[in-house]
């Protein structure tokens, strides 16, 4: 069930990239790195990474930050980044287990708080974290004129709310309507 829902969240960022690599250079370099995309990426990679160190670590560290990477400037660099970690996904072992998790909590000093969890809240978390981030993309290419698919960014709930609501509709010959709650 998690490793689909990895699958699925990798498949929305391919379609990112799908999108951004049809573009000339000029609307690529507006749209990927002039919007913040390129950052957002970058983000959402290093929540990715941090929950797939825990593996082997036992600790999933939201500190490590790559700010600034080569894949900040580069898109072939963080298409490459995210499909390490797509096929890392699925040579790992997902079993249940207890992680640390270490986050800085304060944004005046620094201070660091460690607490426990699991491995299938942090997947979980990071899933979500990254879905929120690709709505992020969405709205920043939407601004350029770039058109993705309407479920891109789609929290699983809603696209749920969504179906149920197709189906509802379906059923009175009404139209639909795609609201987000």
Known sequence: MLLDALNGLHDQTDLVFACL??????????AFFDTGVSRHLRHMHDHERAVFHSLSSGVVDYNRRRRNDAGER???T???????LRQGWLNADLSDRPVVIHSEISVTQNQTLALQST?????MYMIHHNIHHLAYIKL???????DLPASLGRAPATATHCRQ???????????ANNSFE
């Open 74 to 76: 580069d898109m072939q």
């Open 21 to 30: 690599s049809s573009l000339d250079n000029l609307r690529l370099t507006a």
């Open 140 to 146: 920043l290419l939407d601004q350029q004129g770039i």
């Open 78 to 84: 963080t298409i490459d980044t995210s499909q390490r």
């Open 119 to 123: 491995l299938w809240r942090e997947l």
């Open 165 to 175: 609501l197709e189906a509802t509709v379906s059923s009175e010959g009404v139209s």
